[in-house]
Nanobody, 123 residues
C-alpha cells in the first residue's frame, strides 16, 4: 500500500489542522494506521494508533484530548484532526500502516510509511 500524507501548514497556537493520509494500492480498512511526528533535532515519536478492528485508538499523552484519528473507508483515507495546537506540536507528521494487531505505538510495527507533512505552530 502507498500512503500520501497532506494537510500540514502554518497555524497559530490554539488553532486547528486536519491531516489526511490517503492510501492507494490496497484497501486501507484492512490496515491499522499510526501517526508519528518528528520535531527538528529529535527522534520520531508516536502520536496515535488506530487498529483496523474495533475503535480503540490510542494516543500519546501529549496529544490526548486534542487530537482525534478517524477513518473514511469509502475514501480510503485516515485523518488526524488536531486542535488546540501548541508550538511544541511543530514537527513533520507521518502516517504509517500495518496489518499487525498490536504494538501500534512502535515504529517497527509498521510496514508502510507516507512521506510526511510539515506542521508549524507559531506562538
Amino acid at each position: 500500500v502507498q500512503l500520501q500524507a497532506s494537510g500540514g501548514g502554518l497555524v497559530q497556537a490554539g488553532g486547528s489542522l486536519r491531516l489526511s493520509c490517503v492510501a492507494s494500492g490496497r484497501t486501507l480498512s484492512r490496515y491499522a494506521i499510526g501517526w508519528f511526528r518528528q520535531a527538528p533535532g529529535k527522534e520520531r515519536d508516536f502520536v496515535a494508533g488506530m487498529p483496523f478492528i474495533g475503535n480503540r485508538t490510542n494516543y500519546a499523552d501529549s496529544v490526548k484530548g486534542r487530537f482525534t484519528v478517524s477513518r473514511d473507508n469509502a475514501k480510503n483515507t485516515v485523518y488526524l484532526q488536531m486542535s488546540s495546537l501548541k508550538p511544541e506540536d511543530t514537527a513533520v507528521y507521518y502516517c504509517a500502516a500495518t496489518t499487525g494487531l498490536s504494538g501500534l505505538a512502535a515504529q517497527g510495527s509498521y510496514n508502510y510509511w507516507g512521506q510526511g507533512t510539515q506542521v508549524t505552530v507559531s506562538s
